[in-house]
């Protein structure tokens, strides 16, 4: 037995959707990035707007440029440097000496 309600089972504004509803979609403009890995990206942009020298790749992360036979560097990372590591190159070992001997004297009482 059907009940007769015909919005029975849809959801309020369900319908076709198209342009006569949300108007004409902006022009837009595809521009191609590559990155060193030789990956290619085609982000869409809006007709107007600026479009950007470089942009991230989405498959490695490198920055890719518009230009295919020269694209941007790769970052170069610093590797990790530990505390003692930036200590050594702000003193040196005759500094680290004279300091472990004023606290050693220290310590012992003798200033």
């Not at 029975?8 to 004409?24: D, K, L």
């Not at 595809?30 to 600026?50: L, V, Y």
Request: with cysteine; aromatic share 6%; glycine share 10%.
């Amino acid at each position: 037995m059907a009940s007769g309600n015909a919005i029975r089972g849809s959801r309020v504004g369900a319908g076709p959707m198209g342009e006569a509803e949300r108007g004409e979609s902006a022009p837009r403009i595809r521009i191609s990035f590559w990155c060193s890995n030789g990956h290619e990206t085609q982000p869409s942009f809006a007709g107007d707007a600026q479009v950007p020298d470089t942009w991230d790749c989405p498959r490695c992360g490198f920055p890719a440029g518009k230009d295919r036979d020269s694209p941007p560097d790769p970052p170069r990372t610093e590797p990790y440097k530990t505390h003692l590591a930036y200590v050594r190159e702000r003193r040196s070992d005759a500094d680290g000496e004279a300091i472990l001997a004023e606290a050693l004297a220290k310590l012992r009482g003798e200033i």
